[in-house]
């Protein structure tokens, strides 16, 4: 089968980890090393990152197999040894992973995950971790500040049509309830991940009727607890049709809300708010959608905007401002001595390494990046998930990532949980002994260099 199937995903590599993996081979190079998995630089407006994407992983790893198919199309390549070539059906990741759990909030430099296996088995699996831990990060990153702008109130996915890709919006939908956001718009993301699901009519429905009241009263008559969508022609007069339709029903009335996706949201809102109320329709909330970004969630929020619930489509599911990551997976270890870059802009640091958080009055005030043994206050924050190719615990439930998501932003700076840019970065420092391994493996490596 292919990525993402019961068994398989060989191929969901770059054509130079297969040419990497040989020549290791070839050069009989198969001792144990060290791969870390880290960001460089925080995307523009973002204050902190939320590390997700680790359950997709560590099930991608585990049945990471090349399947028939794989071999025969490796084959066709005449790139490769047969002896090679049929080797590669029993190729297993039989290593190790550490990583910061999902919902962790984590800055530049600091390693996210990190691979100790043999050198082919963890530069294979490159692709694979940089695809989904990406991609989850910056989805889960962008919907944290969607779910901070609403202030409490409920977001609801409705980007899946706009995401880049089936993967991209079923891993989002999750990324996204991660972060805090209420619900979706996907079918197979409710059903997969266990997530509610909303969504009623779109304007198609009304438009297909010989009037906007005609069409009110069929999906209602169909799903009486309907939120019916206003903005099809005129939306206060759509709510006039509400309030109308509401009447008719008397007692038999379970509308539930109405949705404005255009126009104005807070005038709008705010005379259908008042309809609504004078109708005594208290009961009714107020949907908005329509190009939402979390600055324009933000400032319906502080002018005091009566909605009751955001739907957030295309900006969120591609992450329009900051829709990449400047992510690397390195190796900072082979055969037990450290590895590095020596270049200036994209340096790494050696060994595996440990993430330590510090706290005061039970908020975070620091991170130190040190070598993996070595004994730091605070909270080491990365977390041994793998052991010789298989996971150490069941995939953890997703309500239960839910609630350490929340918790663990609720520790970052106020400033830090804030749309604007903080006026500071978070602090992120290198341990003393990390700092004097890594100048000391630098001006190693920069005199054998120049040594020829």
Not at 86 to 93: S, W
């Amino acid at each position: 089968m292919g990525f993402g199937g019961a068994e398989g995903g060989g191929l969901f590599t770059d054509l130079y980890e297969l040419t990497m993996l040989r020549a290791y081979g070839d050069c009989g190079m198969d001792d144990d090393a060290v791969f870390s998995l880290f960001v460089r630089h925080m995307p523009e407006d973002r204050n902190l990152l939320i590390a997700c994407g680790l359950d997709d992983v560590l099930a991608e790893i585990e049945r990471f197999r090349f399947s028939p198919d794989d071999i025969d199309y490796l084959r066709s390549l005449g790139m490769f040894s047969v002896s090679f070539v049929n080797g590669l059906r029993q190729f297993r990741f039989t290593g190790d992973i550490f990583a910061m759990p999902e919902g962790t909030p984590f800055f530049p430099d600091e390693p996210v995950l990190e691979v100790a296996a043999p050198i082919g088995e963890g530069q294979i699996l490159e692709t694979v971790i940089l695809n989904q831990i990406g991609l989850q990060t910056i989805l889960a990153s962008k919907a944290h500040r969607v779910v901070a702008a609403a202030s409490g109130r409920q977001v609801v996915d409705f980007g899946a049509r706009r995401a880049q890709g089936f993967d991209a919006a079923l891993k989002g939908a999750r990324a996204f309830a991660i972060a805090g956001v209420g619900g979706t718009s996907l079918l197979a993301a409710g059903e997969r991940y266990g997530l509610p699901v909303s969504g009623t009519m779109a304007h198609s429905f009304v438009e297909a009727f010989a009037s906007e009241a005609e069409a009110f009263a069929a999906m209602a008559r169909v799903y009486p607890s309907t939120v019916l969508l206003v903005d099809t022609y005129d939306s206060l007069q759509g709510v006039e049709k509400v309030v109308a339709l509401a009447k008719k029903l008397g007692p038999d009335c379970r509308l539930t809300g109405i949705r404005l996706d255009s126009g104005d949201l807070d005038e709008l809102s705010r005379g259908a708010r008042a309809m609504l109320d004078e109708a005594g329709l208290a009961q009714l909330k107020i949907v908005a959608s329509g190009g939402l970004t979390e600055k324009r969630v933000e400032a319906l929020v502080k002018a005091g905007a009566p909605i009751d619930i955001f739907g957030v489509g295309t900006e969120m599911s591609v992450s329009a401002d900051a829709p990449c990551l400047d992510i690397a997976y390195k190796l900072t270890e082979y055969a037990g001595a450290g590895r590095m870059k020596l270049s200036s802009v994209k340096s790494t640091m050696p060994g595996r390494k440990q993430v330590f958080r510090q706290e005061s009055d039970g908020v975070a005030v620091r991170d130190v990046i040190a070598r993996a043994d070595e004994a730091c206050d605070g909270t080491p924050l990365l977390q041994q998930v793998m052991r010789r190719g298989k996971r150490l615990s069941p995939p953890t439930g997703l309500s239960a990532i839910q609630d350490r998501t929340a918790r663990q932003i609720g520790k970052m700076p106020p400033e830090l949980r804030a749309l604007a840019p903080a006026s500071r970065g978070y602090p992120v420092a290198v341990s003393d002994r990390l700092r004097s391994e890594t100048e000391a493996l630098r001006a190693r490596l920069a005199a054998d260099e120049a040594a020829g």
